[in-house]
Each structure stands twice: as C-alpha cells, then as structure tokens.
C-alpha cells in the first residue's frame, strides 16, 4: 500500500479560516519536508520536520513519530496561500516518498 | 543559500526523439535527484546520484538515463520520449544525513 497518505485532497477555505493538512505513513521516518507548490511552480521547502513542532509565521508544523504522522497547520488563511501542499518522508537514505498532496483554495 | 537551475525549462520533442534535461547546483551538495511529475500527481523519482559519476535507479528508471560527471551537475536523457511522458522534471539537491532536500524550478516537457 501507499506509503504516505495525505488529507484532504482538496479543501476550499473563506479566507481567515484555519486549516489542518494531514501526513500519515506507514514506514520508518528520517525525515519529513513539506512543500507548497503554485500551478506550474517548483516545489517551495516550508518545513524540514523530522519530529516536533516548528512555526513560521502562520504556519506550523508537527511531526509525531511514534503515531506515524504528520501535520501542517495554516492559521487565518489568505488567498495567496492557494495552492498545493505536499507532505514527503524519507525511510531510507534520503530519498523522499511524497504523498499525493492537498489542494487549497481560499476565496475571499 | 544557494540555488538550482534547470535548463530549458521547456522542452518540446517529437515521439522517439531523444532528450536531455540539465540540472546545476551550487549548495555543493553532494547528492541530486530527479523526479517526475505527472499532472495532479505526486512526484515518482527517476535517478540519483550520491557523488560525482555515482548513478542508483529509483522507481521510474525505465526509459531515462542519467550522467554525474561533476559535482555540481545532473543531468537526465529520455532515451525514446513518448506523449505519456508528458510531465514536469524537477531536480533537488540535498546534502548528508537525511539534511533537507531543495529542487530547481523544472522543465516542462510536451511530446508531439
């Protein structure tokens, strides 16, 4: 089965609302990167995460080893922050395994 | 810092033709990538390489081939480009110990 699974596919948010990403994986973890990606833009390093809590500005992520997860949390969202958010993990050597991403839209 | 350049950053080919994708870093890192990524999918990786002429296939390796001949270059060739490799080709670069990744900015290849 898939290694790394991502909710929600897609989610629309009125901007000002929060939002919780989730990162769940079934392997062993060396690290977790997520990633914010614009249609037809590279992939934006927001968080390297192996385990703990991180912030950056409004945006925080969490990694909790023992329960095989992963979490980004984006408070009081913005239009610019539309776009694709993609969790990878790294089991083995440093080759990432990304899921499939979640799609945000934050409307006015 | 440093940066990741790729060039072109598209790259428009006829079926079967071949096809070379470069990738460039000055992080000095040791290890590069490349992967693939397919319209509203996740990225699959295709080569990477660990130091300078070193070559591991990834999961996607069928079809492409890859060159380390310095350190600071990666460089990917579709050897027999067909229309379902249409896709985005993004390169990263990380350095040791599971140290986070960074990638260029792609090249978007349409096969005709």
């Known amino acids: 089965g898939q290694q790394v699974q991502q909710s929600p596919a897609s989610l629309v948010l009125q901007e000002g609302e929060n939002a919780e990403l989730q990162c769940n994986f079934s392997?062993?973890?060396?690290?977790m990167q997520w990633f914010y990606q614009r249609p037809g833009g590279s992939l934006v390093s927001l968080f390297y995460?192996?385990?703990g809590t991180k912030q950056s500005g409004r945006l925080t992520s969490t990694t909790v080893i023992k329960e095989r997860r992963s979490s980004l949390h984006i408070s009081s969202s913005q239009t610019t922050d539309s776009g694709t958010y993609l969790c990878?993990?790294?089991?083995?050597?440093?080759?990432?395994?990304f899921g499939q991403g979640t799609s945000l839209s934050v409307v006015p | 810092g440093g940066i990741i350049t790729q060039t072109p950053k598209f790259l428009i080919g006829q079926e079967g033709q071949k096809l070379t994708l470069k990738c460039q870093q000055n992080f000095n890192h040791d290890t590069m990538y490349w992967y693939r990524q397919d319209s509203g999918k996740g990225l699959r990786l295709i080569y990477y390489?660990?130091?300078?002429?070193?070559?591991q296939k990834g999961d996607l390796s069928e079809g492409y081939d890859a060159s380390r001949e310095k350190k600071s270059s990666f460089s990917l060739t579709v050897t027999s480009a067909q229309k379902n490799e249409m896709a985005v080709f993004l390169c990263a670069s990380n350095g040791p110990n599971y140290a986070e990744q960074f990638f260029g900015p792609g090249t978007r290849l349409t096969v005709l």
């Open positions: 995460n192996p385990s």
């Open positions: 390489s660990i130091t300078e002429n070193d070559l």
């Open positions: 990878a993990l790294a089991s083995s050597f440093s080759k990432l395994v």
């Open positions: 392997t062993s973890l060396n690290s």
